[in-house]
Structure formats: C-alpha cells, structure tokens
T-cell receptor
Framework: QKEVEQDPGPLSVPEGAIVSLNCTYS??????FMWYRQYSRKGPELLMY????GNKEDGRFTAQVDKSSKYISLFIRDSQPSDSATYLC??????????????FGKGTKLSVKP | DTEVTQTPKHLVMGMTNKKSLKCEQH?????MYWYKQKAKKPPELMFV???????INESVPSRFSPECPNSSLLNLHLHALQPEDSALYLC?????????????FGEGSRLTVL
C-alpha cells in the first residue's frame, strides 16, 4: 500500500459545482496536510495548509482532515473555469523537521467547464 | 516579493553537453530545494539545502550536481544526462526546513535531453 493515495481523475464538472477532492494515507505519523494547485506547465502553488485534524476555510476553499479515518479532503465551492488545474495533496511527519518527509499524492486533474 | 525565479524556462541539450539551471529567491528563506517532475507524476525531491549546506541528497546520480553559492541562489549543474532525465525541474524554497510543507515553487525549467 502506498503512503498516500489520490485518484488522478480526470474530474470534469460544470461551472458553479461543488468539487470534492480526496486523499487517503496509511502513515499515522503524518501531522501536516497540504493542498497544492498546479496549473499546466507551472510550478505547484500552496493552496491550503492544515496541522493535525479539523477544518480550515479560505474563501471558496475548505480543507478537512480526519485523522481517525486517515482521510483528507479539499472542497471547492462555486467552482470556476480558472480552478481548472491539477490538485496535489501532500503530507509530512514532524520527525526531524525536514522537508525530506514531504510526501505528495499523484494529483487529481480538475476541469471546470463554462 | 514572494517569487522563486527559475532560468531558463526551457532547455534542450545533448547527452554530452554541460548546462546549468538557476534559481533565485529574495524572500529571506534559508531552505532551498530541487525537485524533478515527470509528466502526470508528483514532484520528486532531489536535493535540500539548509543555510547553504546540502542536507539531503535523495540518491541522485552524480550527473546532477547542486550548488548553493549564497542564501538567495541555487544552481543545478547538468552533465552527461540521459534522455530519461527529460523532465520539469522545480526549485522551491521555505523559511527553514522545519516549516514543513510550506514550500514556494518556481515555474520550473523544462529540460529535454536528446
């Protein structure tokens, strides 16, 4: 079993839809949970950052972490064509505080149709 | 200034060439990273520099040689590459390596090895 599982999609939704993106993981030591957005031919951009469990909201974006189920989600409300991108989940343990612990999911490609 | 700048954006080289990728940030970050990303795959960590010292080398072949001349600059020297090294090379930075997950990525240098 891989440490982080993410459905690569592609996922296609109409404009205005609520989008749900998810990752599961197996390492219970993960404490930091991130979502990166990557537009085509660009570098990833940090979208949401969560420590431990709970919800975090930023505008149309909500990140949820359920450590008991080892499951994280990113919700996008009122999706826009400009949200079309690949969304990568990423996780890390606190051990050693090294970025070498950052584990990425494969990324889900999202397309929002006008 | 919240940018990580990478040059060149595109590079085509033969297997006998020597070239370099450059990365610059002026955010005062003391940790800098090289990642390699193949199409439809997540970024893979190559090297981590912390306070201008190499702290992580993820068993990268010696034909890739990193260099951190100062706290704002990061280079990746390329020599005798193979066609399978063709990929998007991403530079990233963070305040320190302990700021787990909070990476700022550049747009990448797209390398093609003929």
């Amino acid at each position: 079993q891989k440490e982080v599982e993410q459905d690569p999609g592609p996922l296609s939704v109409p404009e205005g839809a609520i989008v749900s993106l998810n990752c599961t993981y197996s390492n219970s030591a993960f404490q930091y949970f991130m979502w990166y957005r990557q537009y085509s031919r660009k570098g990833p951009e940090l979208l949401m950052y969560t420590y431990s469990s709970g919800n975090k909201e930023d505008g149309r974006f909500t990140a949820q972490v359920d450590k008991s189920s080892k499951y994280i989600s990113l919700f996008i409300r009122d999706s826009q064509p400009s949200d079309s991108a690949t969304y990568l989940c990423a996780m890390a343990t606190p051990y050693g505080g090294s970025q070498g612990n950052l584990i990425f999911g494969k990324g889900t490609k999202l397309s929002v149709k006008p | 200034d919240t940018e990580v700048t990478q040059t060149p954006k595109h590079l085509v080289m033969g297997m006998t060439n020597k070239k370099s990728l450059k990365c610059e940030q002026h955010m005062g970050h003391r940790a800098m990273y090289w990642y390699k990303q193949k199409a439809k795959k997540p970024p893979e960590l190559m090297f981590v520099y912390s306070y201008e010292k190499l702290s992580i080398n993820e068993s990268v072949p010696s034909r890739f040689s990193p260099e951190c001349p100062n706290s704002s600059l990061l280079n990746l020297h390329l020599h005798a590459l193979q066609p399978e090294d063709s990929a998007l090379y991403l530079c990233a930075s963070s305040l320190e390596t302990s700021n787990t997950g909070e990476l700022f990525f550049g747009e990448g240098s797209r390398l093609t090895v003929l």
